[in-house]
């Protein structure tokens, strides 16, 4: 999955608002105004952060050599995909998922009871 890819998907996911805080070469994409992604590029090539459960962030760096340790984030609880080809699209898009559920669950509740109002709950949360 590369960077056109991967933008669009995140974009897709439920009230997924795409800014620029820290400038043009790197889109922040939140929910309810709370971060899931950071898309970035260096030397052409994508560069995604995503949350993650610390176990599995540690487990997707030992899988991936295209997984690092998030840059300029949590070390943690956030995780760099390069996104060269490597990582199956799948996968990528497991990550995604992921990330926006963590946050989602994250949210107050009244938030999650307004995103479940519009939107079916497979897509707020994949883990349901």
């Known amino acids: 999955m590369d960077y056109e890819k991967?933008?669009?998907?995140?974009?897709?996911?439920?009230?997924?608002?795409?800014?620029?805080?820290?400038?043009?070469?790197?889109?922040?994409f939140k929910v309810m105004n709370k971060v899931y992604a950071i898309l970035g590029e260096e030397n052409g090539i994508g560069r995604l952060n995503l949350k993650c459960d610390p176990i599995e962030a540690i487990q997707l760096r030992d899988v991936f050599e295209s997984v690092i340790p998030g840059y300029h984030m949590n070390k943690k609880h956030w995780?760099?995909?390069?996104?060269?080809?490597?990582i199956p699209s799948g996968e990528v898009q497991r990550q995604i998922d992921n990330s926006f559920g963590l946050i989602y669950k994250g949210l107050k509740k009244t938030e999650r009871?307004?995103?479940e109002r519009l939107h079916p709950l497979d897509q707020l949360n994949p883990e349901r």
């Open 6 to 28: 991967s933008k669009r998907y995140l974009l897709a996911k439920p009230e997924a608002e795409e800014c620029y805080p820290f400038g043009p070469e790197a889109a922040v």
């Open 113 to 115: 009871s307004y995103l």
């Open 79 to 86: 995780n760099t995909l390069i996104l060269d080809g490597s």
